[in-house]
């Protein structure tokens, strides 16, 4: 059980572009979902945390408008980055909580390269 | 603000006991967990602990917990070179909007 899917699993794309990555609690209710990067060798930097109905909590440094944040339903969010540029190349990864247990379910990321 | 330290190398031979270690700050910690990240994939959780508990075992993982010294151990015996990976330690607080914190992860390299 708690089982997490993302897709894609991996993207290229051209700078300027959107691109969009779905997260996918598979057999459970998601009410929390957290999306992070990792940068090569680095730790995980979460980036935001969404709550199911809710509008998404950015952490600092974090651009909002740039890393639209969906959650629609117990079970889908979504993370779009909009305009990408090479910068935001990286590994993205995320995961999910439901009650009322905590522990976070990770998917198995999506690596985005932007040429 | 609360911090999570591992150290960041540890090499073992196959079949010997890796022990990897962690200090963290939070005294408010409720969970701490231990996840496993091998190259290019996401997060496996590996295993848990509450913090009123001092150790839990599972097959061949010990987690040790001293919470006087807020200090936590993975032990793995008989290591295999499938265990080669990245630990990262994680601890959580109830108040803190289910967020985790982080360590920056252990490199595990298991020689034959």
């Known amino acids: 059980g708690a089982v997490v899917s993302q897709h894609p699993s991996r993207v290229i794309c051209k700078s300027g572009t959107s691109v969009k990555i779905e997260c996918r609690s598979l057999d459970f209710q998601a009410t929390t979902m957290f999306w992070y990067r990792q940068f090569p060798k680095k730790s995980l930097m979460l980036m935001a945390t969404?709550?199911?109905?809710?509008?998404?909590?950015?952490e600092q440094g974090v651009e909002k408008d740039k890393f639209l944040i969906n959650h629609a339903s117990l079970t889908l969010s979504t993370l779009t980055v909009t305009s990408a540029h090479p910068e935001d190349s990286s590994f993205y990864i995320c995961?999910?909580?439901?009650?009322?247990?905590?522990?976070?379910?990770f998917g198995p990321g999506t690596r985005l390269l932007v040429l | 603000g609360e911090d999570v330290e591992q150290s960041l190398f540890l090499s073992v031979r196959e079949g010997d006991s890796s022990v990897i270690n962690c200090t963290y700050t939070?005294?408010?910690?409720?969970?701490l967990y231990w996840y496993k990240q091998e190259p290019g994939a996401g997060l496996q959780l590996l295993t848990y602990i509450f913090s009123n508990m001092d150790m839990k075992q599972d097959q061949r993982l010990t987690v040790l917990l001293n919470k006087k010294d807020k200090h936590l151990s993975l032990r793995i015996a008989d290591t295999q070179t499938g265990d080669s990976a990245i630990y990262f330690c994680?601890?959580?607080?109830?108040?803190?909007?289910?967020?985790?914190?982080w360590g920056l992860g252990t490199s595990l390299a298991v020689n034959p």
């Open positions: 995961s999910a909580t439901g009650a009322p247990q905590e522990t976070q379910y």
């Open positions: 994680a601890e959580h607080n109830a108040g803190n909007n289910r967020k985790l914190i």
């Open positions: 939070d005294s408010s910690s409720t969970y």
């Open positions: 969404s709550n199911e109905g809710s509008k998404a909590t950015y």
